[in-house]
């Protein structure tokens, strides 16, 4: 049995034809940047977001390069953000000359440590960008009081996170002032090549953002402020746009995959419980958990589950046997940001971050997308178990 880390196919041929006539659509209009398809689009995107403003952008990177650049980030401006993400959550911080201020991350959730936070905020702290890691809420009630109290923009980075809902039911992406989303292809609403979204209820920063999107021109060819080519083109929307009313049902199936993953999981005597943070004799696998979901109906965290990232102790040799066994998984991310060359200079050493390297080094994301069927599902746990025994 052949079980990919993700496979795209069966969810382009479920919506071939919707898929295949929007693109030809935009084509025969050849109105092929920005225009009346990104339009259709963004009035999608915001109202199923619940968002006062979305706006188009040309990736989930670029979405957060143009969100840092609305609210004038300067050189020197501190940004604090976490130390485990995806590259692009620091870079493009640096790249506005600008310093990424790095904290640990939880280790139930993966998503940045309030505490720390706290720690780290000087004089020169200007926004924070929590990261809904994997699908997850960060604790955005925490972060909006810090930045209350200190005068600071919150941006999310909810790239892997469309249509993931903090506990009071609310999207992520539009409860900090700016939402940053990407359409990637292996996100879970992903587009044909690059693509990406802001989200704001500002009505100043949705004019900023979108003034800037086009290198700054207001009126065109007319410059107060500098701006990029952060447009999004009208095949990429129209993608998005058919795709967008299967969203949930692709979400409640990644939910579905990951429940019975670690119900197998605890069947198999490989963890107690979800949540745990320790190896030990009885629980040779960390699970991922939903937090609050427990709760109370209304209250909700609503975790739509990007990637089931487990943690072992022998994890490359776990990796290189589910390889040999035709099971797809990968490793995110294997070097946290205080140790990429790149921010030496910030200062670092391996054992800062302890929980972000203990991470870095036990995580194996396991396939997880929707159109999985049970067999391949026991099979990849069946598998890990072999292995692990
Ligand atoms: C994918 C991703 C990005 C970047 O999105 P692109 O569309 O690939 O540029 C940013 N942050 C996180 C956490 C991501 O997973």
Redesign the pocket.
Not at 59 to 62: A, E
């Given at each position: 049995m052949k079980v990919p880390l993700l496979d795209l196919k069966p969810q382009y041929q479920s919506l071939k034809k919707e898929l295949d006539e929007a693109i030809l659509k935009v084509a025969e209009s050849q109105y092929f940047i920005l225009g009346p398809e990104m339009k259709k689009m963004e009035d999608a995107c915001a109202e199923y977001l619940g968002a006062k403003h979305a706006i188009g952008v040309s990736?989930?990177?670029?979405a957060?390069l143009l969100a840092l650049m609305a609210i004038d980030i300067q050189p020197g401006d501190e940004v604090i953000v976490p130390t485990y993400?995806?590259f692009?959550?620091a870079g493009v911080v640096s790249r506005l000359n600008a310093v990424p201020v790095l904290t640990e991350c939880d280790p139930v959730t993966f998503n940045i440590d309030i505490e720390d936070i706290k720690r780290k905020i000087t004089s020169k702290t200007k926004a924070i960008i929590p990261?809904h890691?994997y699908g997850q809420s960060s604790e955005m009630d925490e972060i909006m009081k810090i930045a209350d109290q200190h005068n600071l923009f919150v941006i999310e980075?909810a790239?892997?996170a469309i249509g993931t809902q903090y506990k009071n039911g609310k999207s992520v992406g539009t409860i900090g002032h700016i939402g940053c989303f990407?359409?990637?292809p292996s996100?879970n609403l992903g587009c044909f090549g690059?693509?990406?979204l802001v989200t704001t209820n500002d009505d100043e920063i949705a004019k900023v953002l979108t003034i800037k999107r086009v290198h700054g021109g207001e009126p065109k060819y007319y410059h107060k402020v500098i701006g990029g080519n952060f447009r999004l083109d009208a095949i990429q929307a129209a993608v998005v746009s058919v795709k967008l009313p299967h969203l949930d049902s692709w979400s409640e199936k990644r939910r579905a995959n990951a429940a019975r993953y670690t119900k197998l999981f605890i069947a198999a005597g490989l963890a107690e419980e979800t949540g745990k943070v320790k190896l030990d004799s009885k629980n040779k696998v960390l699970l991922p958990k939903a937090v609050y979901e427990h709760l109370s109906s209304s209250v909700k965290n609503y975790h739509i589950y990007n990637q089931y990232i487990i943690r072992v102790e022998d994890r490359d040799g776990l990796r290189d046997y589910l390889s040999k066994n035709d099971i797809g998984t990968e490793i995110y991310y294997p070097v946290p940001f205080h140790l990429q060359e790149c921010f030496a200079d910030l200062g670092h050493k391996k054992g800062d971050f302890p929980v972000s390297e203990f991470c870095a080094n036990s995580s194996l994301a396991l396939p997880i997308y929707p159109e999985l069927n049970d067999d391949q599902l026991n099979f990849v746990v069946e598998k890990i178990a072999d292995f692990i025994k």
């Open positions: 990736s989930g990177t670029d957060l993400s995806f692009a959550t990261v890691l980075d790239a892997q990407s359409f990637f996100k690059d693509g990406g």
